[in-house]
């Protein structure tokens, strides 16, 4: 590098830093990357990107330097291996659901097999007359227990092979977690939620929170399969992406729970759009592919809560929280407070 270079790359730098420190922004590699490129102004696109993000939010959130680095920054095989992980992920999650419920099936299939074979061999000890008859019963019990016999094998194969899904789905969720996107429903994770609320917080940006459960949600697993909660799961973060306004942002909090960011917004308008995401679960229709019915069911129930001055972002979460299972406790599908 000459000496022009150095000194041009050492200029850069000091406008960089200046700026993360007035943004507030982690003094990361990747953040690095992307203010020195913003400061040194080789990449118009980025440089409008970020001043339009910065704009919309009047501040610069952790995600929306992670996503504009993903986006303009890293490399395709970066990018390749993310979405890699992204994809292991969420087959992962769907061969486990997939097994188990395989799983499920083979025990009831072995259960209806032990119940049969009991029955058959009581025949047998009763001593029929009819010797064809007998013989006819003694070949049935005979693969009975030749079926049991392949039946229990198949479980125990099926037992070590959802062991070797857990293992690798424990792995890939480790790898995970320095990433903000949820493997299955595509939107922004827990840990992406967590350092954005701790941002609004820290930057004393007024802010309101939605918090949301899908209603009765274990029930779709436990009367369908685990694999028809995948799809509910999917269709809810497509809808509450669909309809976050005025740069609010969902997050799937964790399990059936969700959570959505409103900065700059009071409690009334959060409620107004929490309103507008019930409505719009409600509409939701999912095909169970193994039995081909159609699930129309799905309700939600919500909890809004809004920033004040002296509150922790932790006492906005359980405000939240609490409005939520007050909405379950009193039926369900509707959205707490009632008055913003």
């Given at each position: 590098m000459s000496n022009d270079s150095f000194s041009e790359s050492t200029a850069t730098l000091k406008k960089a830093v200046p700026l993360m420190i007035k943004h507030k922004v982690p003094t990361t590699p990747t953040n690095y990357a992307l203010w020195y490129t913003y400061t040194s102004q080789q990449m118009p696109q980025l440089n409008v990107a970020l001043d339009q993000g910065i704009k919309e939010l009047g501040h610069c959130t952790p995600t929306l330097c992670d996503d504009l680095y993903q986006e303009h920054l890293a490399?395709?095989?970066?990018?390749?291996?993310?979405?890699?992980?992204?994809?292991?992920?969420?087959?992962?999650?769907?061969?486990?659901?997939?097994?188990?419920?395989?799983?499920?099936?083979?025990?009831?299939?072995?259960?209806?097999?032990?119940?049969?074979?009991?029955?058959?061999?009581?025949?047998?000890?009763?001593?029929?007359?009819?010797?064809?008859?007998?013989?006819?019963?003694?070949?049935?019990?005979?693969?009975?227990?030749?079926?049991?016999?392949?039946?229990?094998?198949?479980?125990?194969?099926?037992?070590n092979a959802q062991e070797e899904i857990a293992t690798l789905r424990e792995a890939l969720n480790k790898s995970q977690q320095l990433v903000n996107e949820d493997a299955l429903t595509g939107i922004s994770n827990r840990r992406a939620f967590d350092r954005d609320i701790e941002s609004y917080q820290q930057s004393q940006i007024p802010f309101s929170l939605i918090m949301l459960d899908i209603d009765h949600f274990k029930e779709f697993n436990d009367n369908f399969s685990h694999l028809l909660g995948d799809?509910?799961?999917?269709?809810?973060?497509?809808?509450l992406v669909a309809c976050c306004q005025d740069y609010a942002k969902a997050y799937r909090y964790g399990g059936e729970e969700f959570a959505v960011l409103l900065p700059y917004k009071s409690l009334s308008s959060a409620r107004q759009q929490a309103e507008t995401m019930r409505k719009a679960i409600e509409r939701i229709s999912v095909l169970d592919k193994r039995s081909g019915e159609r699930i129309n069911s799905i309700t939600a129930s919500f909890g809004a809560a809004s920033h004040l001055n002296n509150e922790s972002s932790r006492q906005v979460i359980e405000q939240a929280d609490h409005y939520l299972n007050q909405a379950k406790q009193l039926g369900r599908n509707r959205v707490l407070p009632l008055n913003g």
């Open positions: 490399s395709e095989t970066d990018k390749d291996i993310n979405q890699l992980k992204l994809s292991l992920t969420a087959m992962a999650q769907e061969l486990s659901h997939s097994m188990a419920e395989t799983l499920s099936d083979t025990n009831n299939f072995h259960d209806v097999l032990e119940s049969t074979f009991g029955k058959l061999e009581g025949l047998n000890k009763e001593g029929l007359s009819i010797e064809e008859t007998m013989k006819l019963v003694k070949e049935l019990i005979q693969e009975s227990k030749k079926i049991r016999q392949s039946t229990g094998s198949f479980k125990g194969q099926l037992n799809q509910v799961l999917k269709a809810v973060a497509r809808r």
